[in-house]
Nanobody, 123 residues
């Protein structure tokens, strides 16, 4: 069982920044690709960003390109999502997830999920 715990969410004004963190319990953390997803009320869960186990491959949804940055520190077993220039439409619950291999299209490959952290952006 892999435990994922997100932190760093909160309330911020439009144009502000937040950094989300996700810490894993898995000893072989570097073997897992990691992703950030978000789900707003009444909407489907969508992928925001993903990073390969080594950190060499990164993906960003079009809606966040140029504003969000994903990174990881395998020694700390942590993945980060730096969110800049936040917009009200970024308001969502953000989830961290782990997958056996890097993917941006197959959500089912993400086998482990955190409980989520709320991000609210006011206008």
């Amino acid at each position: 069982q892999v435990q994922l715990v997100e932190s760093g969410g909160g309330l911020v004004q439009a144009g502000g920044s937040l950094r989300l963190s996700c810490t894993a319990s898995e000893r072989t953390f570097s073997n897992y690709a990691m992703g950030w997803f978000r789900q707003a009320p009444g909407k489907e869960r969508v992928i925001v960003s993903a990073i390969s186990g080594s950190g060499g491959i990164k993906y960003y949804a079009d809606s966040v390109k140029g504003r969000f940055t994903i990174s990881r520190d395998n020694a700390k077993k942590t993945v980060y999502l730096q969110m800049n220039s936040l917009k009200p439409e970024d308001t969502s619950i953000y989830y961290c997830a782990a997958a056996a291999r890097f993917t941006t299209t197959t959500t089912s490959l993400y086998s482990y999920w955190g409980r989520g952290t709320q991000v609210t952006v006011s206008s």
